[in-house]
């Protein structure tokens, strides 16, 4: 599967950014999708996984309450809403997928490009 995410850009600490990853692949709905993300010198950090189906979602404790992931298993494409975005969110996010949902990055197989998302203080 090929992943291409967009939604990126700059944002004022408060505001809302909607993240998109679409995929090609007409076995989308078989990958839990999941959002990492790396901020310069750091680590990469999972953020949010989404089940196939679209049932089960899982989110850093950080980002509860604040992202909501989803997707559209008709158009191909998982969304990252990010609500009350904090000067700590700045960072590369990168969508990914594999069978099974892991909070180390190492274990998924496919990965997009990244989309930088930065918000000012």
């Known amino acids: 599967v090929q992943l291409q995410a967009s939604g990126g850009g700059l944002v004022q600490a408060g505001g809302s950014l909607r993240l998109s990853c679409a995929a090609s692949g007409r076995t989308f709905s078989s990958y839990v999708i999941g959002w990492f993300r790396q901020a310069p010198g750091k680590e990469r950090e999972f953020v949010a996984a989404?089940?196939?189906?679209?049932?089960?979602?899982n989110y850093v404790d950080s980002v509860k309450g604040r992202f909501t992931i989803s997707r559209n298993n008709a158009n191909n494409t998982v969304y990252l809403q990010m609500n009350s975005l904090k000067f700590e969110d700045t960072a590369v996010y990168y969508c990914?997928?594999?069978?099974?949902?892991?909070?180390?990055?190492?274990?998924?197989?496919?990965w997009g490009q990244g989309t930088q998302v930065t918000v000012s203080s």
């Open positions: 989404i089940s196939g189906s679209g049932g089960n979602t």
């Open positions: 990914v997928a594999d069978i099974r949902a892991s909070f180390d990055p190492d274990t998924w197989g496919y």
